[in-house]
């Protein structure tokens, strides 16, 4: 009989101590704070790169999407052999294949095949993540660790409703299944809620989600924009939390439930839409919104100053600071007549974006139009609006693709500058940029820049990703 914690997200009924075996006690506790509900709190001063604890997912699934290429048991890439009996799953080579059917697949073959082919792919994928979730509480029996952990898992009741659909598959799923697992509608939706509000995108080191997982222990820290963890992945599928700042003995341990580059209006959406929360931190709190926010989609002030050089004579310069920043925002209402010819160039410039050729998007002709929108959005957005930074990727790879690598270094060298201003310090995605500004260097013939770059990715990679990262392998021999 499944039983899942109710109420709101935050509010907990976990003993403090007596759960989670992976969290060292030494490392951090649980505890219950007003206006936070259920906390892990630090035991210890930590220090950028230490890692809080390391836990396995009680269960996981490889996205549907990527069965053609990718072991669904390691997730691994490159030559795979479909299982013959099902044709869902596929597997890197014998060893996995035996790993996943002792683990799951030989109670799931079947129903795969009688149920799978048609539906969409992320409500299969939600299903067989539910059924092995349940293949494992029922394997683990009602009082072991891994089923009270799973069990405690808490949600916002307002999201059950939601899940009948998918809810309804899984007992469809479940009817093939050669184990019986046969929990009613209501004990799977709530399951269900308990996933939307606590599962994990199982990230690859590029960042990309390969998969999810149920990972309880993991769950336990609270959300915030201003997260000072980050969420990680070695051998596939071990999740790893990790200090990206210094955090003080007492100090709650937390990381940011959704991108940090989204408007302050987005990310709230998202998350009472997902987790059945308002976000109060300090970022969200401010009144009349934090700097970062109003920079995102604010306007540029007129007769501001022109954007810095980002590098010169072989050195890079320092990023700018949050006075920069904020010298850029305008504050006074345009005039009716500006208004006006703002939303003329604004419009200029997304008629622009749309003739890019989606054949041959690193053209000439579509770098031009993009540059020429460029031009028009940096006269009246903030340097750091959302728009701008998403035309300034686009631009990076464009360049990159047309081997105008003068120009790459430039759009990439101000997404370093936005994402700095954006991404706390440490941050894997700010390392993952200087990465390729450093690759870009190589061919821009900067090699003084190009080593500038990697020391600098190198800094940030170990401490947000581990020294065991295979990226920091690549980065110091390309520094030989």
């Not at 990230?203 to 149920?214: I, K, P, S």
């Not at 990023?319 to 007549?337: G, H, K, R, T, Y």
């Not at 013939?445 to 690549?474: F, N, Q, T």
Request: overall charge neutral; aromatic content about 8%; proline content about 6%.
């Amino acid at each position: 009989m499944l039983s899942m914690s109710q109420g709101g997200t935050g509010s907990s009924q976990l003993p403090a101590r007596a759960m989670f075996a992976c969290i060292p006690p030494d490392n951090a506790v649980i505890e219950e704070r007003p206006g936070r509900g259920r906390c892990l709190i630090a035991q210890r001063d930590f220090q950028p790169g230490d890692v809080v604890f390391r836990s396995q997912p009680h269960a996981f699934a490889l996205l549907s999407g990527l069965n053609a290429d990718h072991c669904e048991c390691c997730f691994s890439s490159g030559p795979v052999k479909r299982c013959a009996a099902c044709g869902w799953v596929a597997y890197c080579g014998k060893g996995c294949q035996l790993k996943a059917w002792k683990n799951h697949h030989k109670w799931e073959c079947k129903a795969l095949k009688s149920h799978a082919a048609g539906v969409p792919g992320g409500v299969v994928d939600c299903a067989i993540l539910a059924a092995r979730t349940l293949l494992t509480m029922q394997r683990a029996g009602p009082d072991a660790s891994v089923t009270k952990e799973i069990r405690g898992m808490v949600y916002d009741d307002a999201i059950v409703k939601d899940q009948r659909p998918c809810a309804r598959f899984v007992c469809l799923l479940l009817r093939d299944y050669t184990l019986p697992l046969n929990p009613s509608e209501e004990e799977l939706c709530r399951l269900l809620a308990a996933f939307q509000a606590n599962n994990f995108a199982i990230a690859d080191d590029l960042l990309v989600a390969r998969g999810a997982g149920v990972y309880p222990a993991g769950a336990l820290l609270n959300h915030s924009c201003l997260g000072n963890c980050v969420m990680q992945y070695e051998h596939g599928q071990v999740q790893v939390v990790r200090c990206i700042q210094p955090v003080a003995q007492g100090e709650e341990l937390c990381h940011s439930y959704v991108d940090q580059a989204s408007t302050r209006t987005d990310r709230l959406a998202k998350l009472q839409l997902q987790y059945g929360f308002v976000c109060t931190c300090e970022r969200c709190g401010a009144d009349g919104g934090s700097l970062l926010d109003r920079c995102l989609e604010g306007w540029r002030r007129p007769g501001a100053a022109p954007d810095p050089e980002l590098f010169k004579d072989g050195e890079f310069l320092p990023p700018l600071s949050l006075v920069d920043w904020e010298s850029q925002l305008a504050s006074d209402e345009p005039s009716p007549e500006q208004k006006k010819q703002r939303m003329r160039d604004l419009d200029l410039a997304n008629r622009q974006l749309q003739t890019v050729s989606p054949v041959d998007p690193a053209c000439p002709k579509s770098i031009s139009a993009c540059e020429k929108a460029l031009s028009l959005r940096q006269t009246w957005l903030h340097a750091a609006h959302l728009d701008m930074l998403s035309l300034l990727c686009q631009l990076q790879n464009l360049c990159a693709e047309a081997a105008e690598w003068r120009k790459a270094l430039v759009y990439g060298c101000r997404i370093i500058s936005i994402y700095s201003f954006i991404y706390p310090a440490n941050h894997p995605i700010l390392g993952l940029q200087w990465y390729r500004v450093g690759d870009v260097c190589q061919y821009a013939k900067e090699p003084v820049l190009r080593r500038a770059a990697y020391r600098r990715a190198i800094a940030c990679l170990r401490v947000s990703m581990g020294e065991e990262c295979a990226w920091l392998s690549d980065l110091r021999e390309a520094l030989l």
